[in-house]
């Protein structure tokens, strides 16, 4: 349904294979203009973590609260078929197929940094397409003002979902201006692959300026709305975590400091560096918040 099984991540060896998907992405900035130059800006120069670090060390609560745990437990959980309900201020709801719903936007590569609230990070080459491009399809109407979220609930298969750690189903939301900013993705592979269960198959949501709790994983629903709506990190400790969640090096966490982040596979002590104010994506949102107080609106 998505990829078949072998791609060119498989056949060439990753180094050779970074080092040209760069010059391509080089090439694109220099001479091509607006949606495609800034985003080969915004992922220039990073390099990525490899597959087995970002496949290994994953946050999905679902299956249990190990960084390791999701790569073990995941398995299980199957994602072909898989529906997606879409509903609330659209003209187009309904319960849709995933493959038959996405199979005609096409997809490609984003080379985005990934900040956890934890104050960890990577670089993850993810493949997907723009949100924008799916939210076009439901026909959203004038009222809606932000977009929600939900995961899969499936106890049979999530062993996490047995203890009240946060209130299941998982659900996030965006602002409608920030979902349908290009930066933001649906994201159904990494490194050419299809994305692993532990990652958030069949297709999870990837905002690169934002702390990671807002790229919700094997989403289910989505609904436009015209509230506000509440997220589940935000109901679980609203004096820790807001809805917006943009990275921002100035305000900490309660318990701890979100100027420095560690890096996943530069070593334990020598892989801290700075935080980066919309985790260095400033240029392209920082105009989404004009006259926000960040600090309120954290
Ligand atoms: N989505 C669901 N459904 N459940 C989760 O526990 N964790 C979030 C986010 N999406 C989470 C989720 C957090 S805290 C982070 S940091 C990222 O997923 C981790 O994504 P990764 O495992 O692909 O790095």
Redesign the pocket.
């Known amino acids: 349904m998505f990829k078949p099984d072998l791609t060119r991540a498989d056949v060439t060896p990753e180094r050779f294979w970074l080092n040209r998907r760069k010059l391509i992405a080089a090439l694109g900035a220099g001479s091509v203009a607006g949606g495609f130059g800034l985003r080969a800006a915004a992922q220039e120069g990073l390099e990525p973590n490899t597959w087995e670090q970002?496949?290994n060390?994953?946050?999905?609560?679902?299956?249990g609260i190990g960084k390791e745990d999701?790569a073990q437990n995941a398995g299980d959980m199957s994602v072909d078929p898989w529906r997606v309900t879409v509903d609330g201020l659209v003209d187009n709801p309904d319960e849709y197929a995933l493959d038959e719903l996405i199979s005609d936007i096409p997809t490609e590569e984003r080379i985005y940094r990934?900040?956890?609230?934890?104050a960890?990070s990577?670089v993850?080459p993810w493949n997907g397409f723009e949100l924008n491009k799916l939210l076009a399809k439901f026909g959203v109407q004038p009222e809606a003002k932000y977009v929600a979220f939900e995961?899969?609930l499936l106890p049979d298969v999530m062993e996490?979902v047995q203890f009240p750690v946060?209130d299941w189903?998982?659900t996030?939301g965006l602002r409608l201006d920030e979902a349908m900013h290009p930066l933001t993705i649906m994201a159904t592979g990494?490194y050419g692959r299809q994305i692993p269960n532990?990652?958030?198959a069949p297709m999870?949501?990837v905002v690169p300026w934002k702390?990671?709790?807002?790229?919700?994983?094997?989403?289910v629903r989505i609904s436009l709305v015209a509230e506000q709506p509440i997220n589940?990190?935000q109901e679980s400790a609203p004096s820790e975590y807001g809805f917006y969640a943009n990275v921002n090096p100035e305000v900490d966490h309660p318990r701890w400091s979100q100027a420095t982040e560690r890096v996943i596979g530069a070593g334990f002590f020598g892989g801290r560096i700075d935080t980066l104010p919309f985790n260095g994506y400033g240029n392209e949102v920082a105009a989404l918040y004009e006259g926000m107080d960040l600090r309120e609106n954290f």
């Open positions: 970002i496949t060390y994953n946050n999905f609560y679902e299956f999701p990934f900040r956890c609230v934890e960890w990577m993850i995961t899969a996490g946060l189903p998982y996030e990494i532990q990652n958030g999870r949501l702390y990671g709790f807002k790229s919700i994983k094997s989403i589940t990190w």
